[in-house]
């Protein structure tokens, strides 16, 4: 190889480091524009057009720490919008070199929790490596969490011994927690084979039982007045007339809806009880992952 030429070759292969070199720096300053652009619109709530903007980047240019950025800007945004599932898809892409990964799994896990996936959710929690003792709590409080959502009150202390009840953060939902602990510990079980058998002997007397008082009492009165006409109308006009067979039929509708009535009120109180506590521990979840990583 002549001198000149080796010359040359060296040459040529400093001008392309030097080209790739910007290339790359003018890709990477682009990127970094995309992203505060997209930010500036999610802070003003323009979700979808912040969106637009991510989704136009090309992540297979993109470095790893940049294609994670740009996962967890889209999950956010998604997460920011209430689009659950898209949100928890992005964030749990987050690899764990990402400087969000420890954030993303969280919120990731929170979405599918709050979509009632809540088997992926407890996986993904589970995996998580906290970086810090306050992390740790946190991930031991969705944990908990978790446990109540599912009914598996006997795994909730396991969980619950961890927690200090001394993080800003998170102290009174962790004694919140607690509370809906014992509360739903201490539900009993009720019937609905017995509530419509306690009404079908006294109308109104299973949705007592059920817990509703009010209906009860409202369901009685028009049973035991159709009941008082019906047996008027048999001792004054007989069986066959039509006063008897007409009121007969509304006491037969009226009593028997009562008894059916009062078996659902059972399940219809049950799921209001779950759906309340349910609410009330997502909430006590969402807030102090809000408090530690905003």
Not at 96 to 110: H, T
Not at 130 to 146: C, M, R, V, W
Not at 207 to 218: D, T
Request: glycine share 6%; proline share 3%; aromatic share 14%.
């Amino acid at each position: 190889m002549s001198p000149s030429f080796y010359y040359a070759l060296k040459a040529s292969f400093f001008i392309w480091l030097l080209t790739t070199a910007y290339g790359l720096r003018a890709q990477s300053a682009n990127f970094s524009r995309e992203l505060r652009f997209a930010q500036y619109l999610a802070d003003k709530d323009a979700f979808d057009e912040a969106t637009y903007v991510l989704q136009r980047i090309d992540s297979r240019i993109l470095q790893q720490t940049e294609r994670d950025s740009l996962a967890y800007y889209l999950g956010w945004t998604a997460y920011s919008s209430k689009s659950l599932d898209q949100a928890a898809q992005q964030l749990l892409a987050v690899s764990p070199v990402s400087a969000f990964y420890q954030k993303s799994r969280f919120f990731g896990a929170y979405c599918l929790l709050f979509q009632g996936k809540r088997d992926s959710a407890n996986v993904v929690i589970e995996r998580i490596s906290p970086s810090d003792s306050t992390l740790g709590e946190l991930k031991a409080l969705q944990l908990a969490g978790i446990t109540l959502l599912q009914r598996r009150l006997t795994d909730y202390q396991r969980f619950s011994q961890i927690f200090t009840y001394s993080s800003y953060a998170m102290a009174e939902e962790q004694k919140r927690l607690d509370t809906y602990y014992k509360k739903l510990s201490s539900q009993k079980h009720k019937s609905p084979f017995l509530a419509g058998l306690y009404s079908s002997l006294i109308p109104g007397l299973g949705k007592i039982y059920a817990g509703k008082k009010m209906q009860g009492i409202a369901a009685l009165l028009p049973v035991v007045t159709l009941g008082l006409l019906t047996f008027e109308g048999y001792r004054k006009d007989g069986p066959r007339s039509l006063r008897f067979l007409g009121f007969g039929s509304l006491f037969t509708v009226f009593y028997v809806g009562n008894v059916w009535g009062s078996a659902l009120a059972v399940k219809i109180k049950r799921d209001e009880f779950n759906r309340e506590y349910d609410n009330k521990i997502l909430f006590d979840l969402h807030i102090p992952m809000r408090n530690l990583f905003q």
